[in-house]
């Protein structure tokens, strides 16, 4: 299903969060658009969800924010629909995830779920972001940690393995950014910035000592759209 947050905007903006995390990583996100939080179980359904939001809004185009895990279901849909993206935001996205990765945290996660999913939160933050670190201990982690599905994550974690982002998908795309930390562990930014450069129309956007959610700044909104 799609939350959506009324903010009396002009457009409107589908947000799609990463793998083990959900819509309220982005509570304090603040961009010039009324927002429609994915929040369904699994990323099959977001197809649907989004063609029936634009034939109930009555508009012809939407942007599309896909974070991580997001960014490949936001692009797989703007190649199926392009006549519907006006604008694509990638953040922490990598053209494909390896095989042997994702299986190595098939089984970590298997063997301990709680610490697996402690060295992975922990791996989207450098050291130089302490302070949002904190924020998301504080307020997610421990929510996150008892009420995860295994079988979820397990499920999501496949379908990472069979997805791919491929330039030639998005050359329809009016406008694409690629936003990214410079301090990515998780999709290391010259990855991105090798996507971008095969996207004519596409810009990379990126944050100096950010790891892999760089929408937690309180600078993003200016960096993507100015004052």
């Avoid at 904190?134 to 295994?150: G, I, N, R, S, V």
């Avoid at 944050?207 to 937690?216: K, M, S, V």
């Amino acid at each position: 299903m799609l939350r959506s947050v009324n903010k009396h905007a002009a457009n409107h903006l589908v947000i799609v969060p990463g793998w083990a995390f959900d819509h309220r990583i982005f509570s304090g996100l603040d961009l010039p658009f009324n927002y429609h939080l994915f929040c369904g179980p699994s990323l099959s359904d977001l197809e649907d969800e989004v063609l029936e939001l634009v034939s109930r809004l009555g508009s012809e185009k939407i942007s599309l924010l896909g974070w991580s895990k997001g960014a490949f279901a936001g692009c797989a849909f703007a190649r199926r629909h392009p006549e519907v993206v006006d604008e694509l935001l990638l953040i922490g996205a990598r053209e494909k995830y390896d095989t042997q990765e994702l299986e190595a945290m098939r089984v970590s996660l298997q063997k301990n779920r709680a610490a697996c999913l402690k060295r992975f939160y922990r791996q989207c933050f450098c050291r130089e972001e302490m302070e949002q670190y904190q924020w998301f201990k504080d307020t997610l982690l421990a929510d996150y940690l008892e009420t995860l599905p295994m079988e979820e994550l397990v499920r999501e974690l496949a379908w990472l393995g069979r997805v791919e982002i491929r330039p030639a998908d998005l050359r329809r795309i009016a406008t694409v950014k690629f936003i990214h930390g410079t301090a990515d562990a998780i999709a290391p930014v010259e990855r991105a910035a090798a996507l971008a450069a095969a996207v004519p129309q596409s810009e990379l956007i990126a944050f100096e000592q950010t790891g892999h959610a760089p929408f937690l700044r309180d600078d993003f909104k200016r960096r993507i759209y100015g004052d």
